[in-house]
């Protein structure tokens, strides 16, 4: 049982960074690593998960797509956030997009396919931490946008569900205090439940 007490403590200790240095997942571990998505639940095998690395000298270049993507979805937003948002995309280490094929008229709900792609980016997530990189999920309104999808492999009606900022956390990360779990589950004893995380 100790084997499992302490694959339960590495999971409690994943949190999200983005201050990520050098080195990155490569060859063999980054495959390895994305393979751990495909092992989300997948209802009727859709298989939806598709994943592009952006990394090296193609950072900037890509970095321009997101910027002329943000320039069409948010057109009112801030200078200073179209540049923060150009700097991270140019300096990240590394960067994962999530893109989700989708069916929208097949046999299993879209919402199922987008879950399954969810369940597919934690597991790349926890997979990063296991090997001791570290990574942060980041989406907005440019992740809508049809022309950054389509060079991204991802013609109508496929979608993104965000990109991964991936690389090596640059000091030890502090997670953030989560929750206590007693406000956030229940024991069903045949009366309807309420949970404390709803109350007042």
Known sequence: MAHHHS????????????NLVEPTPKGEQLRNILSAGLRAPDHGRMRPWRYTVI??????????VVLEAMERQEP?????????????????????????????DGKIPVIEQEMSVAAGAMNVLNALHAEGFGGVWVTGPF?????????????DP??????????????PVEGRKRPDIENYMAVWKGEPITFDADAG
């Open 7 to 18: 694959s339960l403590d590495f999971l409690l200790s994943r949190a999200s960074t983005d």
């Open 55 to 64: 990394k090296g000298k193609h950072r900037e270049a890509f970095a321009q």
């Open 76 to 104: 009112d937003a801030p200078s200073a956030k179209k540049e923060k948002r150009r700097d991270r995309f140019s300096n990240m280490p590394m960067i994962i997009a999530l893109g989700m094929h989708i069916v929208p």
């Open 143 to 155: 992740c809508e946008d049809r022309a950054l999808l389509e060079s991204l492999g991802l013609k």
């Open 158 to 171: 496929h979608r993104l569900a965000g990109f991964l900022f991936v690389g090596t956390p640059e000091k």
